[in-house]
């Protein structure tokens, strides 16, 4: 089955880090951008990160510029966000997507991707 897979999240206090992982199972991800969205009550889905299929060409939104970093690790089929100095602001759910058509090197991407993870919640709050 081919799917992506989410962990991380959670609850934490402000000022501090979580990590999310996105492993892909049933295809490899090394051919697939990957997007980074979320998604808060009332709010529009919001792009977060962007990592090329190589992983040279990095984008960020401006929110979290300095404080989310995106990498990948081709050989285990999956990537990472990890979040630091993290904001009340910064709560919601967050998902990972695949699609070899997307480009990071212009807006993130937030729609029409292969294939979804499954979402995990984020709350930053004391």
């Known amino acids: 089955q081919l799917q992506l897979v989410q962990s991380g999240g959670g609850l934490v206090q402000p000022g501090g880090s979580l990590r999310l992982s996105c492993a892909a199972y049933g295809f490899t991800l090394d051919t697939y951008i990957i997007g980074w969205f979320r998604q808060a009550p009332g709010k529009e889905r919001e792009g977060v990160a962007c990592i090329s299929d190589s992983g040279n060409i990095i984008n960020y939104a401006d929110s979290v510029k300095g404080r989310f970093t995106v990498s990948r690790d081709n050989a285990k089929n999956t990537v990472y966000l990890q979040m630091n100095s993290l904001k009340p602001e910064d709560t919601a759910a967050y998902y990972c997507?695949?699609?070899?058509?997307?480009?990071?090197?212009?807006?993130?991407?937030?729609?029409?991707?292969?294939?979804y993870g499954q979402g995990t919640q984020v709350t930053v709050s004391s």
């Open positions: 997507a695949a699609d070899r058509r997307h480009y990071c090197s212009g807006p993130i991407p937030k729609y029409e991707y292969d294939y």
